[in-house]
């Protein structure tokens, strides 16, 4: 048999063709025969009426599942791969059962195929795909074009946008430039634009566009052909394709980019997780874990690492899991980079815990800033100034509204790089009920000042407290905590006086030491003397200058114990007092480290030495007789 003779009677044609055609285009194929079978039905006279078919489910998604393979850490072990939208058949009107009609075998095979395509999509994929569309959807919306344009007007345009970073954005990617950039914002980006050798670590907190802002600069750097090769990583795999999918649906769908770069979807190359485009770069998502050996586009080696969202606070309890994952990132994945070539390692996250990536991340990135390729750049959502970092975006009234919805230490962690532990030293806050007051032998009132005459939030907070001892039992009776003016402060003093209401003995005291000696006699004593004179009240405030320890140790040490036994009581009546709420947070927040304000905790720690000290000036000498002491000497003659 001649190969001639073999193609023509072996059918090669039908055989090639059934080989080389791909998925897409049969499921294609198979739509466009559905539309001329609806076609030729509607027109169908004379042959009796047709049963309508509504409802049956003909609005379909194409795609396709396939079976990831090697180690993959995501959940499944499957992926959807986004194919076309089609929306096919809505109208379709045809009785499968019926004979009149020359192709209805096949009409009952396609509905078969079809049927049974349908049935393979699961609830988390058909989610998965409507967050697709939605996502395109959006993306088309935000990027209409003017098609008139000219070649000349486009180059014109492409030329000038790419001297303005932030101009560039905007037009680009209008949908995620809905305010103003900030000032770290662009400093960010210049610093990651003009180093083509560079390790940067943004610990930016949440609610500052960390993975939109480095998806356009990525973007950009891609379709300049600056760089070639992208690997995108993650806590996992499913995570990684997640963070993927804003950069292939921009690239598949915004019709500015495509207008002006070219169409960028590059057939046989454009999956769900991995995708070369036509501007010649490529990108994978990659989970912690993976092997990414090998990753190559052509002869270009990966040039561009963003690590994003890496650690995850179950691992961050684990340090051996921390090691490990570091470990990873520092011995299989940089490495991959050439070292002969251009490379930038991008770190995006914020500070979790005491021992994450991040945080090692930092540590490497501030050694490498000694030979000028490293950078770190913390920032929080509020500055040193106390006030937002973005106020085009986050004005303080939605900063503060927001925060009020979680506690303090989510608040820290999430939004101030501040992974503070809820609980570590004073794990439990134990509420009481407060006796009478006439019980105390006497009470305490004691205030530890802060500088400044201000309310801003970078100022220290104020603290005054009502204190009381019984039966081994230190009461925090009532309290103000807060940030306020000197007034305000020695005004405190005055309501907690009246508070007591002559009900026992009160002793006032402030703490005074060297330092705040000179604030104590030329601000507060002054301020004192005048509320004094005009008031007509008895209010005298003493300087507490005893000379004090280390402030974390000396509140563990002194009040930790207390605490523990369930003698350090606050006071149940007053529990949802805003300042006594501030107060219980500053407990629980508590470390030896104070990484979260602890002038509550220390002004406790104040009063009960003050409370402990007059108790032990009050008790009366015991006096014990020569006589006594006599009978009780065994040495006697």
Partial sequence: MTVNNWIGKGNWEQLKASITITREEQLKNLYRQLAELNNAIMGKTGRGTVPERRGSGHHFQTVERHQETGNRSGAGGHHLRVLRPAQMGADLRFHAGEGDHPASGRVCQIKIILTWQRKRLTTQDRLAL????ELVASVREHSDINPTDTETEIR?????????????????????CTCESAAFHRKATGRLMRNNRWYEVRAWSRELAKSAR????????ALTKKIRNVLLISNSADNAERLLLPFMANFEENQRIIQDYGQQKKPGAWETG?????????????????????TRNKNFRPDFILVDDIDTDEECRNPERIKTKWKWLEEALIPTMSVSGNYRILFNGNIIAPDCCIKRAIEKATELKAKGIGHVDIINIRGKDGLSVWSEKNSEEDIDLFLSLVSAAAAQKEFFNNPVVDGGVFAEITYGKVPALSRFKFLVIYGD????????????????????????????IKTFLDRGLNAEFVEWYIKLLEFVGGKTTVYCYMENNKLQDPFFQQVFQPIVRRIRRERKISLYITGDEEKKTDKATRIEANLEPLNREGNLVLNEAEKDNPHMKRMAEQFKLFNLQLTYPADGPDCVEGGNRIIDRKARQSEKPVIVTRKSTRSQNKYRV
Avoid at 130 to 133: A, F, H, I, L, Q
Avoid at 156 to 176: G, I, P, S, T, V
Avoid at 456 to 472: F, I, Q
């Fill in 130 to 133: 409507d967050s697709w569309n």
């Fill in 156 to 176: 014109q345009r492409r030329e000038r946008l790419e001297k303005n970073d932030e101009e560039w954005f905007k037009y680009y990617f209008a949908m995620y």
């Fill in 214 to 221: 480095s998806m356009m600069e990525i973007s950009k750097l």
């Fill in 274 to 294: 991995e995708f070369t485009c036509m501007c010649g770069c490529s990108f994978r998502a990659i989970g912690a874990g993976q092997s990414p050996r090998g």
């Fill in 449 to 476: 000042p802060a500088p400044g005459e201000n309310k801003t939030k970078k100022s220290s907070t104020k603290t005054v407290c009502l204190l009381g001892k019984l039966a081994g039992r230190l009461y925090l």
